[in-house]
């Protein structure tokens, strides 16, 4: 009887026990969320019952997918709606971006009778597993992410995520033909982690799509393509897909052509009228420096649009060399050319040979034709100075005596 007794008291003692437990396990918050959510499922609408459906023991940190040999199937695409820069001294393009991405969730599949009907959803993409797909060739770092759109599901489990992104990604700019230079850019993206056992990375089109562009005020899109590769890098064994989008852009020249190109013409124009002034004038020298200050000047406006980089020379600052390098001699030429005029009469007469060589072949090839009557006689030239400067002597000498 005595130990009867004490077997029911030990019972008791245990039941009590579990009870306490039970009581404390109930107080938590986690199973008093979970007993209301199923108390009150019978009561909510029918999406809002379908996301804590679908929610119900998802885990977001893994692939969705019921066989771990199987690949997730992600469809890449851009829908171009702007682009907004090309910095060509850091080689940066700037564009407006929907980054369309597709692929099937086997967790996230349901019977719209059960619902309501209901065959799509929407969901905020944090709450579901995204692919990582990235740019590879991202001017910026990689803190900001991408804009928390909310992710399109059907009832099959095809998601649907857009995400409307800013990128700055790098471009090689050659710059030889500026202004009227094409340009060949690309973006190339693709999963940072994943291999291609994992995902496969394909594209929705052999384009892109640009129905919602819109046009860009220094540079015209000519056409896009998309280029699916599969390489293996040093880091890892594995191979990986990437999908790059290519831009054929061009420059538009209007504007280069009115501020830049007209002046250099008829700054070059006026270079080649300094022949043309007399010498008597003295501007000569004045007009040569004018118009190399003036290329100077757009020689410093080009060269702060273009990259610093000694692999590509444009053709229009060949052009400026060469140009302020023809002013320079004019200029230098022009100086000879006063200093004979004003003072030739009492330096040593030219020799034959050298008279030849200027008033004959030199004269020929600029189209400069000397008066018939003119006959170019170094001795009466210097005779013609000797009296000239007795007549001065004789001037001064009667004037002091």
């Known amino acids: ?33 979970i007993y209301s959510t199923i108390n009150n499922t019978a009561n909510m609408p029918d999406e809002q019952r379908l996301f804590y459906t679908l929610m119900t023991g998802y885990e977001k940190a ?37 980054l369309d991405q597709e692929w099937k969730d086997q967790f996230l599949k349901w019977n719209p009778d059960e619902f309501g009907g209901l065959k799509k959803i929407r969901i905020p993409c944090r709450h579901i597993w995204l692919p990582d797909i990235v740019l590879y060739n991202s001017a910026d770092d990689y803190t900001q992410g991408y804009m928390q759109a909310l992710a399109m599901i059907d009832f099959n489990g095809n998601v649907f995520w857009p995400p409307i992104v800013k990128f700055r990604s790098t471009c090689k700019i050659d710059i030889t033909w500026f202004p009227f230079d094409d340009q060949l850019c690309f973006l190339k993206f693709g999963s940072w982690t994943y291999d291609s ?40 064994d594995e191979s990986f897909y990437d999908l790059k989008f290519y831009f054929h852009i061009r420059r538009r020249t209007l504007y280069y052509i009115y501020n830049v190109m007209i002046p250099c013409i008829m700054l070059s124009i006026l270079t080649c009228l300094t022949f043309y002034l007399p010498v008597e004038s ?7 420096l004018t118009v190399l200050l003036a290329f100077s000047v757009f020689m410093l406006l080009i ?12 053709l229009i600052g060949i052009y400026f060399t060469l140009v302020m390098s023809f002013t320079s001699l004019s200029v230098l030429l022009a100086v000879v050319l006063l200093n004979v005029h004003l003072y030739g ?21 600029l189209h400069v034709h000397l008066h018939r009557g003119t006959k170019i006689n170094n001795q009466k030239a210097a005779r013609h100075s000797t009296l000239r400067n007795q007549r001065r002597s004789t001037k001064v000498y009667n004037a002091i005596f």
């Open 303 to 314: 060269a702060e649009s273009m990259p610093a980089t000694s692999e590509f020379i444009p």
């Open 62 to 98: 893994v692939r969705p997918i019921r066989k771990s040999s199987d690949a997730v199937v992600v469809k890449l695409g851009i829908t171009l709606t702007q682009i907004m820069d090309i910095d060509e001294r850091n080689q940066i393009l700037t564009t407006n971006i929907w």
């Open 1 to 33: 009887m005595l130990n009867l007794i004490i077997v029911c008291i030990f019972y008791l003692l245990t039941c009590c026990r579990k009870c306490h437990a039970f009581v404390e396990t109930m107080a938590s918050p986690l199973p008093l969320t």
């Open 345 to 365: 009469s009492a330096l040593k007469p030219i020799s034959p040979r050298l008279r030849r060589i200027l008033f004959i072949h030199l004269a020929s090839w």
């Open 197 to 236: 056992t994992q995902i496969i990375l394909t594209n929705r089109s052999e384009t892109v799509d640009t129905a919602n562009y819109v046009d860009n005020g220094e540079w015209k899109l000519l056409s896009s393509w998309t280029i699916l590769s599969k390489l293996t890098y040093p880091c890892c």
């Open 282 to 288: 003295g501007e000569k020298v004045s007009l040569g």
